[in-house]
Each structure stands twice: as C-alpha cells, then as structure tokens.
C-alpha cells in the first residue's frame, strides 16, 4: 500500500535499520524498486527529484503509475512517494494535490529562520493531507539534477539549530548535512558522526542520509546505529544501469530494440538496490 513515510522510518528507527530511498527515473527504476521490494518483504520509499518528475511528464504521471504498478504486481511491502529536494511551498504543494504521501522541502540554502518558517509553512498543509515531511540544514555538496552545491558552500549542520527546526516546525524526519555528497565522493566520505549522535539526541526524529551512493558499509552501519532510518540512493543505481546498458550494446552493436537494453539495465537497478537492502538492514521488515 502507498503510505506516508512517518510510520516506516519511525518504526526503522525504534529497530535500529534504515529504510532506501532510491530514486525513480523513469518506468523501468518504478519497476526495478518496486519488485526489489516485494521480493526482499522491504518497506521502500520511491524519490523523485522536480527534474525527474518533469522528465517523466509530471507528478501525477508519478502517482498514476506506481499505483498501477502496485495494483499489478500486488505490492504488499509499504510504499511511500516522496518529493525529494522540493524546492519551494508551490512544488510540495503540487506534489501533495497530485497524491504524493511524502514531501522533502529542502530550503537549506536560506537562513535558519527562513528555512524555519517555509519548512512549518509546508508541514501545516502537508499533515493535514496526512503527508508526511522531510527537512534540511546545513548543505549536502555535490550534484543531484537542478540541484549544484560546490566544495565551499558544503556546509555540516549545527545540532542546536537542528535541534530548534525540529521544534519549531514538527517535521517527520530530519536530513543534517553532515559531509555526505550527492553523486561520487572524492576520496573517503567523512560524515560528521559526532553531530549526528548531538543531533539524535537533541531532535529524537528519525534523521536521513542522503547521497547514499559510496559510503562505506561501516559508516552506514555507524549512522544507523545514531538514529539514522533512511538512507538516500540514485547515482548508484544510475551507474550500475548504464553499465549494464554499455555492455550490452558492446557485446551486441547491431540491436536496436530498447527492451534488449533496457531490461538488463532494469535487472541492474533490481540488483543493486535488492544488495542496499540488506546493508540497510530493511530486508524481511513488511
Ligand atoms: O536525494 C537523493 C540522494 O541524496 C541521492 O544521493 O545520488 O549520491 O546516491 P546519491
Ligand atoms: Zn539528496
């Protein structure tokens, strides 16, 4: 069933897991994330970048064909959609009217008050349609679609200002920037595990970890370990498909047809994200 994401990340975080969010593209990532799912009796939060969301013609084209998908595949593990990095009060406003149960609003770019007050703004419409929501502070770096943050403006979230967002504008889960990055890491990650502990334990809310992709299964297991109940994934998977994709018109450089290349690329998606599965510990959980 598509549910919000209060209750699976709440229950992930009394349980000491973290549930996926991986990032849908289009058709085939619907179809990978969802069987991976069902198969692993995983709870799964399908992401959804503005930028994906237009490319595959809009939220509701969103809605309309996980539900389908569900209804055929007879989903029985918890599914949320979930707007990730809104951009402003009109887009997880939109996302919530076309049937999204879940919205992140990320102003982590503006000041601490302003992100306070555009974060409450969104959590009162959002819990009155029972979607639940996701906020940040502090600033992931990296690229994810329209989203470009370089090396200086990365910034690690302050726990007390954490700690006053939560409070202020009763968000369901909490994303601090703690030197994760969205896309490949250059080196070694080096997450703020010492705020991340201050901010569990200042907030109580299930907190989230973006840029998935990379970090070492240690660390993973470290963040979980400090209150962390979802974990971010996409360029993994995007890397992964593409592979598969380049492999398979090497081997064979006369196909045409886009389900030879596409399926084995939707298997890579389904492996990959059946593997993070299990190192977020939320296989065998619905
Ligand atoms: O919001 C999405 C994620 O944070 C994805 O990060 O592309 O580095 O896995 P990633
Ligand atoms: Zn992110």
């Known amino acids: 069933p598509l549910v919000s994401m209060k209750e699976m990340l709440n229950i992930a975080k009394e349980n000491q897991y973290a549930v996926g969010q991986f990032n849908v593209n289009n058709l085939e990532y619907a ?9 692993e009796k995983s709870p799964v939060i399908l992401g959804v970048s503005e930028g994906a969301a237009r490319y595959m013609g809009g939220f509701k084209v969103v809605v309309t064909m996980v539900n389908a998908l569900m209804e055929e595949y007879g989903t ?16 997880c406003a939109e996302a919530i009217h076309a049937g999204f149960p879940s919205v992140m609003i990320d102003s982590s770019h503006l000041p601490l008050e302003e992100n306070i007050a ?25 690229q ?3 989203l470009v943050v370089d090396d200086a403006e990365a910034m690690y979230a302050i726990p007390a200002e954490c700690d006053q967002l939560v409070r202020e504008t009763n968000v369901d889960c909490f994303a601090p920037a703690l030197g994760s990055v969205h896309g490949p890491y250059k080196g070694e990650p080096n997450l703020g595990f010492e705020q991340m502990e201050e901010v569990m334990k200042l907030t109580g809310v299930p907190l989230v970890l973006h840029g998935g992709t990379g970090i070492p299964l240690k660390d993973i297991q ?18 992964m498909q593409t592979k598969k994709i380049r492999e398979v018109l090497a081997v064979d450089t006369e196909v045409y ?7 084995p690329g939707r298997e890579a998606i389904k492996e990959t994200v ?5 190192e977020f510990g939320s296989s065998q959980k619905a």
């Not at 593990?77 to 887009?91: C, N």
């Not at 974060?119 to 940040?136: F, M, P, W, Y």
């Not at 963040?223 to 979802?230: E, F, N, Y």
């Not at 047809?257 to 399926?263: A, I, Q």
């Open 31 to 39: 179809q990978a994330i969802l069987e991976a799912a069902e198969e």
């Open 76 to 91: 029985t593990v918890p599914v949320a959609i979930h707007l990730d990095h809104g951009s402003s009060f009109e887009k």
């Open 118 to 142: 555009l974060t409450k703004k969104v959590v009162e419409l959002a819990h009155i349609h029972g979607v639940s929501v996701e906020a940040e502070l502090g600033r992931i770096g990296g």
């Open 144 to 146: 994810e679609d329209d």
């Open 222 to 239: 470290r963040a979980i370990s400090l209150g962390t109940a979802k974990i971010n994934v996409n360029t993994e998977n995007q890397i």
């Open 257 to 263: 047809d886009p389900r030879k290349y596409m399926g």
């Open 274 to 278: 059946i593997g993070k599965m299990r």
